[in-house]
């Protein structure tokens, strides 16, 4: 599952504070074919005199924005075309005073470098804050680190964020895709109504730490406490494997993938 997150069942925490740069911005989000901007995550301050927001301009350009600004100080970097109802992966890099960047599939084609400081920033949300229009949004989170190149194209190719070096960096996290605040890194996130779920990005999630090179056989018996595709409820989670599916389920013998 992924969230379907609009301004009615925002996702929003205050975490600890960023002082200043660098930090990035990242996830999988897929936006509606509308004629309007949607906000897609971003860290403000409490006042909201300073921001650092993701955005979809879907109102002009069809691109995606990183977008900082501190008063009357602002400064605006694009990506290439999303394609609306098409799952798109995205790395925002604050990097100082005067270098952004971002990241689309793991593709820049844009830096900006006008002057902007920042000051401290510590409310983070996920989704569109602004209205009724919902964007999915999956493996979002904020990490205090410049995100390379080299990573934001292995986080592009569906490389969890957890089992990169960034995640030592993470100052919020959110899955999306088990259930609401999993794994449990980073602050819990409070979600202004209830979780609309859809179908999710495939992305590798990791498995505590365990990871393996397919194909694989799992001998039994093996208990599984997840489930396939889309679950009653955001407490329940998913997890597919081989086929199988299961939900709080005890299952006997090997699985071969």
């Not at 995550?41 to 006042?47: P, T």
């Not at 919902?134 to 194209?153: G, H, L, T």
């Not at 194909?215 to 009653?232: C, H, I, K, M, N």
Request: net charge negative; aromatic share 8%.
């Amino acid at each position: 599952m992924a969230f379907s997150v609009n301004a009615t069942n925002l996702v929003f925490s205050t975490i600890a504070p960023i002082a200043g740069y660098p930090f990035s911005l990242m996830g999988w989000f897929r936006v509606p074919d509308v004629n309007m901007q949607l906000p897609l995550m971003g860290i403000w301050d409490v006042s909201g005199v300073a921001q650092s927001n993701v955005l979809f301009a879907g109102d002009t350009t069809k691109v995606a924005m990183a977008k900082v600004k501190n008063g009357i100080l602002e400064a605006v970097t694009e990506s290439s075309l999303m394609t609306p109802e098409t799952w798109h992966h995205l790395v925002a890099v604050y990097a100082s005073d005067t270098l952004r960047v971002i990241y689309l599939d793991g593709v820049n084609v844009e830096v900006n470098t006008d002057n902007v400081p920042i000051t401290p920033l510590n409310l983070a949300y996920f989704g569109n804050y602004a209205d009724g229009v919902f964007v999915d949004i999956a493996e979002v989170s904020i990490v205090e680190a410049e995100v390379s190149a080299e990573q934001a194209a292995e986080l592009a190719s569906r490389q969890p964020m957890l089992s990169t070096p960034l995640a030592k960096h993470a100052v919020a996290y959110q899955d999306c895709i088990r259930q609401r605040n999993h794994p449990g890194l980073g602050p819990a996130f409070s979600f202004a109504g209830a979780s609309i779920i859809v179908d999710h990005p495939s992305i590798l999630l990791p498995t505590r730490g365990v990871s393996a090179v397919m194909p694989v056989r799992f001998r039994g018996p093996w208990q599984t406490d997840q489930t396939e595709l889309q679950a009653s409820s955001t407490d329940i989670g998913q997890l597919a494997m081989a086929g199988v599916v299961s939900q709080n389920s005890i299952l006997s013998g090997e699985v071969t993938s």
